[in-house]
C-alpha cells in the first residue's frame, strides 16, 4: 500500500514539475474549443400542430368512400417536405433574401428537408416543426424565421388539399372526357360494323352475343313453344270433348208474344251499351225477332229453342285456344327457319361464325371500357362537388406556430464546460507524458532498481532565499492564470445567458 501511495506522489510531482506545460496546453484546447463552440449557430424551433376532421356522413350517401380524404390527406403529409414545396418555403419566407439564383433556392430548400418534421400525434392530429440556425443571421432573426417558416408549411398544406384537389378534379375531368369521347367513337364504330355484319350474315335470331349464344337462346324459346305448344293443343282436345257432349240449344217454354218482348228487350239493351245495326250480334238477334214476330202473327204459341249458354262459353274458348295454338305454330315454324337458315350458313362459311365472335368480343371490349370511364367521371364529378360546396375537409389549427425563445441547439453551457474539462485533461495528459519520458530518476530506489547497483547516497537541493521568492512569484502567476481560465469560461457562460435573454 505504502508503494502505491508513493507511484501516486511521484506522478503527481512530474505533473507539477511541468505544471507549466499542462496551463499552456489547457488555455490552448479551451480557447479553441471555445471559438469553435460560439461559431455554432443557435438553432430556434417553432412547433405548431393542426386538427384534420374528416367528412363522413354526406360521402357515404353520395357513393365516394371517405378513406379517398384520408389518403389524400396522407398523400400530402408525405409530399409536404418535397422539394417543390421546400422552394415555395424559401421563396415566401426571409431565406429568399439570402438567395439569388435557383441553385441556390434548391440547395436551401434540400438543406431544409431535415430541418422540418411532421409527425402524426395521434389521428387526424399532426404537429409541425422546424429548426432553423443560420449563421449569417442574429438569433431574433433565426427565432422569427422559424416561426415563419412553421406557418408557411401549414398554408401548403392546407393549400395543397383544397385548391390542388380542385385543379386536380378539374384535369381529371378534362382527361376523361377526352378519353369518353374516343372510347364513344370507337364504340359507334365497332357498333355499326357489328350490326352491318349481323344484318349481312346472321339473319333475325334473338338475342345479342355471339352466334352460339343466340342460336342457344332460340332453342330455348323453342323448347318453351313446344311446352306451351303441346299444353295449347291439350287444353282445345279436351274443350272438344267437352262440347261434344253439350246441346247448343235448350228448348223454351215461351209463348210468342213473350218470345217478341224477350228478343225487343235484348236489342234494347245491346243498344244501349253502343251496338250498331251492323254488329253481327245485333243483326242475329233482329232476324230471331223477326221470326218470332212472323210465328206470333200465325198465331203459333209452341215452344221455342234457345242457345244454350255452356255450349256458347266452351265455344269462345275454343276459339281462343285455337288461336293460341295457331299462332305458336306460326312462331315455332319461324324459329325453325331461322335456326336451319344460320345453320346451313354455318356449314357453307364456317369463317361467319368466328368473324360474328370477333366483332363482338371487340364491342363488349369497348363497350366496357366506355362504362367503366363514365362511372369514373361521374365519382370524380361527386368528389370535386363535394370538396367545393361542403368542407368535406376541415383544418383547425389548435396550436399556432409558436415564437422560440430560447435555442434548442446547441447547449453551449454543456459544451463550454466539456471543452474545459478536456482542455484540463489535455494539459494533464501532456505533462504526465513527458514525465514519462525523462531521462532521470526522482528517487534513489528508482535509480537502484534501474541499474541494479547499489547507490552510496544522495545530495538534496538546498533553495536560496532568493530561489524561494522566484518559485513563489512563479506559483502565483499559475495560480493567476488558472483563475484567468475559470474567469473566462464563467464570462462566457454569462455572455451566452444575456444573448439567449435577447431574443423577442
Request: proline share 3%; charged share 20%; glycine share 8%.
Amino acid at each position: 500500500m505504502g508503494n502505491i501511495y508513493q507511484e501516486i506522489l511521484l506522478l503527481l510531482h512530474g505533473v507539477w514539475r511541468r505544471r507549466w506545460l499542462a496551463l499552456a496546453v489547457t488555455w490552448a484546447v479551451c480557447l479553441v474549443g471555445w471559438v469553435v463552440v460560439s461559431m455554432i449557430p443557435n438553432r430556434y424551433e417553432s412547433q405548431a400542430r393542426i386538427f384534420v376532421q374528416m367528412q363522413t356522413l354526406l360521402p357515404d350517401k353520395i357513393g365516394v368512400a371517405p378513406n379517398s380524404r384520408q389518403r389524400d390527406v396522407d398523400r400530402v403529409k408525405r409530399t409536404l417536405t418535397s422539394t417543390v414545396n421546400l422552394e415555395k418555403v424559401v421563396r415566401g419566407t426571409d431565406l429568399r433574401n439570402t438567395v439569388s439564383t435557383n441553385e441556390e433556392v434548391a440547395g436551401l430548400a434540400s438543406g431544409l428537408r431535415n430541418s422540418i418534421k411532421i409527425v402524426e400525434q395521434q389521428e387526424n392530429l399532426f404537429e409541425i416543426s422546424a429548426r432553423v440556425g443560420l449563421g449569417g443571421m442574429s438569433d431574433a432573426e433565426n427565432s422569427k424565421l422559424s416561426k415563419a417558416i412553421v406557418q408557411k408549411m401549414i398554408d401548403i398544406f392546407v393549400e395543397d388539399n383544397l385548391s390542388g384537389d380542385r385543379q386536380e378534379t378539374s384535369q381529371s375531368l378534362k382527361f376523361l372526357d377526352q378519353q369518353i369521347a374516343q372510347k364513344e367513337e370507337q364504340l359507334r364504330a365497332s357498333e355499326a360494323r357489328r350490326v352491318e355484319f349481323e344484318r349481312n350474315s346472321l339473319g333475325l335470331l334473338p338475342g345479342v352475343g355471339s352466334v352460339q349464344t343466340r342460336m342457344e337462346s332460340a332453342r330455348s324459346e323453342l323448347n318453351q313453344i313446344d311446352s306451351s305448344l303441346m299444353a295449347a293443343q291439350g287444353s282445345l282436345a279436351a274443350i272438344n270433348g267437352q262440347m261434344g257432349g253439350i246441346a247448343p240449344s235448350v228448348a223454351g217454354a215461351n209463348t210468342g208474344d213473350g218470345r217478341v218482348a224477350a228478343l225487343e228487350g235484348q236489342i234494347a239493351d245491346a243498344q244501349s251499351r253502343g251496338w250498331t245495326d251492323s254488329h253481327p250480334d245485333m243483326q242475329a238477334l233482329k232476324a230471331q225477332l223477326a221470326r218470332a214476330r212472323a210465328a206470333a202473327s200465325r198465331g203459333g204459341g209452341g215452344g221455342y229453342a234457345s242457345p244454350n249458354p255452356a255450349f256458347t262459353s266452351l265455344r269462345a274458348m275454343a276459339a281462343e285456344k285455337q288461336a293460341t295454338v295457331a299462332a305458336l305454330s306460326a312462331r315455332r315454324a319461324q324459329l325453325q327457319a331461322e335456326l336451319g337458315q344460320i345453320s346451313a350458313r354455318q356449314i357453307e362459311q364456317p369463317g361467319v361464325a368466328a368473324e360474328q365472335d370477333r366483332l363482338t368480343r371487340d364491342y363488349e371490349a369497348v363497350k366496357i371500357q366506355y362504362d367503366k370511364l363514365l362511372a369514373d367521371r361521374e365519382e370524380i364529378r361527386l368528389q370535386g362537388q363535394l370538396a367545393s360546396s361542403t368542407d368535406a375537409v376541415i383544418f383547425r389549427v389548435l396550436d399556432p406556430p409558436s415564437s422560440p425563445r430560447n435555442a434548442v441547439t446547441p447547449d453551449r453551457p454543456m459544451l463550454m464546460t466539456g471543452v474545459l474539462v478536456v482542455g484540463l485533461l489535455a494539459g494533464i495528459g501532456s505533462a504526465f507524458a513527458l514525465s514519462q519520458l525523462q531521462s532521470g530518476y526522482p528517487t534513489v530506489q528508482k535509480l537502484a532498481q534501474a541499474t541494479g547497483l547499489p547507490v552510496i547516497g544522495a545530495i538534496s537541493q538546498v533553495a536560496t532565499p532568493a530561489a524561494k521568492q522566484v518559485a513563489k512569484r512563479r506559483n502565483k502567476l499559475f495560480a493567476g492564470s488558472l483563475a484567468a481560465l475559470g474567469g473566462l469560461y464563467a464570462l462566457l457562460l454569462v455572455v451566452d445567458m444575456i444573448q439567449r435573454s435577447g431574443v423577442a
